[in-house]
Structure formats: structure tokens, C-alpha cells
């Protein structure tokens, strides 16, 4: 790294409302387990924000998604589609039910599923679909809910990246069967490490209550009528998360802030595609990522080059069919390019103007000499 410049780190989260006082609270309280009343409020906060009937706290998004899919009843023999363009985590929990992976390729602008392929992947053994609203941006729904509901298979949302985002009015976390949202560190809301269900389902939510709390009968301790895990979130993690959600519209709007500010700086670069928020929708921009077209083979040396000025930048998402526990010999043409173009920008919700006009400008400067020494191929 050069010296005298600061460092940016790709992401961190903004501690500054109640997250202290509340933690304080539950230490002084001696609440600190997941008894206590933040994880109930935080719970209550979080369904009323998404608009949903139940919200049911975990210890981290993965163990939401595993949960959600036993509740929804997925085990051996069943079939899951996926995109392929995910974090690994929505891949896993499918896994951990003994269920097998289906995966779908993904659309070229929102880098979502391409529900124009989910059909033809549906065989008799289909149980259900996993909706990934990646990066923040919803995805097409309704096409998604009408293909569901014609094949009677669930919809899953995991939309851990993407709370507060909005389709067609709606919020994310209310469209499908159920939905999981991620609270680790970096996301747009945290707890540390945390996560959360949520449903409109009296019967699903029951069945997660008992399948996160080790399977105990609500009614007669020590009685375990199945196995269950233990998935449950402390009281301490809540408290955080109740001191976040206080925030998360503001939150919001700076994701949506710095991505207008990237958007604007990097427009007029031609070999960058910029991510795109669809009329039908509210993306939160969890991450700004974009794609360097022109410099198939240099992504990684792009990265080099920030990361010697101090701008700390991430490869997209591996596409989960390349990667060794889940290889398929098929090709998933649209995922593999994205993944292999996609870069993300520094993109938390503290930062200053400046910051992102930093990353910008070494982006601009760089781009520009290289595009006089490599001929674009289209
Ligand atoms: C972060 C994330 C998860 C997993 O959440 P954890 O809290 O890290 O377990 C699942 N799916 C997606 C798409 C994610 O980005």
C-alpha cells in the first residue's frame, strides 16, 4: 500500500444510536441469554417493519434458511432451485436438509434468477424455490409466485441482503412461503453475527419457534417431541438489532445515497456496467458492485490496484455450481460471466462523499489508461 493514505475498508457497520445503552442494559439486567424482553421487542419491531405477520429470531442468517426449509417440510429426495449466483450459505442450508440442488442461471441486468428458466427445470421431485434478492435488488416475483403457485411449490425468500428493499410496493420478506434475513457484521442491518424468519404463517411460524428452541414442547419442559436445534439469539445480539432497526431507514437511504453518487461518477466509463434498480423496484444497494467488461482476464489486477491505494474491493460470488462440494457439469453462461466481471466497491452506509469520490477518481484514472492499451472485444 502507498504511504500516508488512508485505508477503506469494503464495509463496516454504523454503532452510533442505542446498540450501547441497549447492550448496557442487558448486561446490567442480567438478561444476557436469549430470555429477555429485546429479543421478543426486536422480533416485534422487525415483522412490523417488513409488514408481516410473524418474526422469528435466530443466531444467523444460515441457520434462518435451514430452519425455514425444515419447516417447510424439505427433506431427502426433494428438489430446490436455486441461482447459482449466491452466497454459498443459501446452497448449504438446502444441504443440511438432505434435499437436492437445482440450480438456475441468472438475467444479465439484475443479476437476479432468471425466472424465465425456472419452469424447465421443474420435475416431479421440485418441492420448492429459493428467491435471492442479490445485493439488495428484489427479485421479479410475481412472475416467480404464479410459476409456485401453478406447480404447488413453496417460495422461499433470502433476502439477507436486502431488508427494507421493495417490489411492486411490497417488501421483501412478505411474498413468499417465508423469508430469512441475515444480521452479520456487514449487513444492512446487524446483531454480530444474527438472523431472522419471517412469515404470515401461524402454522410455519409455530413449527420454526420449535425447531430453533432444541424441539421442546411449548407446553411440558424437557419434552423434546422432535429434533430440534439450538438456533436461538441472545438477548444481547436483540438489543443490537433493536438499536439498528431504530435506524434502518436511514441506513437505507445512504446505501441508496452512495450508490447514486457511484452511479453518477462512473456513468460516462465504457467498459463498466453500472447495477440497475428496475421501475418495479427499491433496491438497498447492500453492496455496489459492477461489472468491468472489457477486462475479462484483469479483473483481479483491478483489485491489486485499489488495494495498493488502500481501497479494499471483493470478487462477486463464485457461481455455487463451480465450486468443489456442489460441481455440475453444466454451464450457467450468464452467472459464470457476471461472476467472473463482477467487482464490489466499498459500499457502507458511514461513509462521506469524499470516500466514494476517492474510489472513483482511482477507478476512472485506471480504466482510462487501460482502455488505450486494450482493444474492447464486445
Ligand atoms: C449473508 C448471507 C446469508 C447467510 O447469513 P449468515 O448470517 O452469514 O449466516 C445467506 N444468504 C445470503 C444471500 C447472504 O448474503
Not at 441469554?33 to 410473524?54: D, I, M, P, R, W
Not at 420454526?208 to 417431541?225: A, E, M, N
Not at 450508490?259 to 440497475?276: D, N, Q, T
Request: charged share 20%; hydrophobic share 40%; with cysteine.
Amino acid at each position: 500500500m502507498l504511504p500516508f493514505v488512508k485505508k477503506i475498508p469494503i464495509s463496516e457497520p454504523t454503532l452510533l444510536g442505542n446498540e450501547e445503552k441497549y447492550v448496557l442494559d442487558c448486561l446490567r439486567s442480567n438478561w444476557i441469554s436469549s430470555l429477555g424482553k429485546y429479543t421478543q421487542n426486536f422480533e416485534k419491531a422487525f415483522a412490523s417493519f417488513c409488514g408481516v405477520k410473524h418474526a422469528i429470531a435466530v443466531v444467523n442468517g444460515t441457520a434462518a434458511l435451514h430452519v425455514a426449509l425444515l419447516a417447510l417440510g424439505v427433506g431427502k429426495g426433494d428438489e430446490i432451485i436455486v441461482p447459482t449466483l449466491t452466497y454459498v450459505a443459501t446452497a448449504n442450508a438446502v444441504t443440511y436438509c438432505d434435499a437436492r440442488l437445482v440450480f438456475a442461471d441468472c438475467e444479465f441486468d439484475t443479476w437476479n434468477i432468471d425466472v424465465g428458466q425456472i419452469e424447465s427445470l421443474i420435475t416431479q421431485r421440485t418441492k420448492g424455490i429459493i428467491a435471492v434478492h442479490l445485493f439488495g435488488h428484489p427479485v421479479d416475483m410475481d412472475p416467480l409466485l404464479e410459476i409456485a403457485k401453478k406447480h404447488k411449490l413453496f417460495v422461499l425468500e433470502d433476502a439477507a441482503e436486502a431488508h427494507g428493499a421493495v417490489y411492486k410496493g411490497r417488501k421483501v420478506g412478505t411474498m413468499g412461503d417465508a423469508a430469512t434475513f441475515s444480521f452479520y457484521g456487514n449487513k444492512i442491518i446487524t446483531t454480530g453475527e444474527g438472523g431472522m424468519v419471517t412469515t404470515n404463517s401461524d402454522v410455519l411460524a409455530e413449527r420454526i419457534r420449535l425447531l430453533k428452541g432444541q424441539g421442546v414442547d411449548p407446553q411440558r419442559q424437557y419434552w423434546h417431541p422432535v429434533i430440534g436445534y439450538n438456533y436461538r439469539m441472545t438477548n444481547i445480539q436483540a438489543a443490537i438489532g433493536l438499536a439498528q432497526l431504530e435506524r434502518v431507514e436511514e441506513l437505507i437511504e445512504r446505501h441508496r445515497y452512495n450508490a447514486r453518487l457511484y452511479s453518477e461518477s462512473l456513468k460516462e466509463l465504457p467498459s463498466v456496467v453500472l447495477p440497475v434498480e428496475k421501475d418495479w423496484a427499491s433496491h438497498v444497494y447492500w453492496v455496489y458492485g459492477i461489472l468491468l467488461k472489457n477486462f475479462y482476464q484483469s479483473r483481479n489486477q483491478v483489485m491489486e490496484y485499489l488495494a495498493k491505494r488502500g481501497i479494499e474491493t471483493r470478487p462477486f460470488f463464485y457461481p455455487v455450481h463451480l465450486m468443489p462440494p456442489y460441481h455440475r457439469k453444466i454451464s450457467l453462461p450468464v452467472a459464470e460471466t457476471i461472476s467472473a466481471q463482477g467487482i464490489i466497491l466499498p459500499s457502507s452506509a458511514n461513509f462521506l462523499k469524499d470516500t466514494i469520490h476517492r474510489v472513483c477518481q482511482e477507478l476512472i484514472n485506471l480504466l482510462q489508461r487501460r482502455s488505450s492499451l486494450v482493444q474492447p472485444k464486445e
